[in-house]
Nanobody
Framework: QLQLVESGGGLVQPGGSLRLSCAASTSTLRYYPIGWFRQAPGKEREGVSCISSSGGSTNYADSVKGRFTISRDNAKNTVYLQMNSLKPEDTASYYC?????????????????WGQGTQVTVSS
């Protein structure tokens, strides 16, 4: 069973940056597309970004395009989400998830393995 652990969340001022990490328990992470999702209190979980297993293909929600960058280092069994120019509306719990398939999906229900989440709070 693939286990994922997120880290890197915290409190940051508007305009600041954070880098989230999603570390896997095994090297099999390299075979999975990985998605980042977020959920704010009282709101539905939304897809933020996804990266293919090779790292050659990425996609982003319109709300984060140009500000967030997803990447992966398969040698370190880790996927990253670099978040710049953070806004208060980015405040949420952020989750990484692995999809047992060939391609990314915008639907959270397509992902089989989930981390426990890391809190990001953007506030002055």
């Amino acid at each position: 069973q693939l286990q994922l652990v997120e880290s890197g969340g915290g409190l940051v001022q508007p305009g600041g940056s954070l880098r989230l990490s999603c570390a896997a328990s095994t090297s099999t992470l390299r075979y999975y597309p990985i998605g980042w999702f977020r959920q704010a209190p009282g709101k539905e979980r939304e897809g933020v970004s996804c990266i293919s297993s090779s790292g050659g293909s990425t996609n982003y929600a319109d709300s984060v395009k140009g500000r967030f960058t997803i990447s992966r280092d398969n040698a370190k069994n880790t996927v990253y989400l670099q978040m710049n120019s953070l806004k208060p509306e980015d405040t949420a719990s952020y989750y990484c998830a692995a999809l047992a398939g060939a391609y990314c999906s915008v639907s959270s229900s397509a992902y089989q393995y989930w981390g426990q989440g890391t809190q990001v709070t953007v506030s002055s």
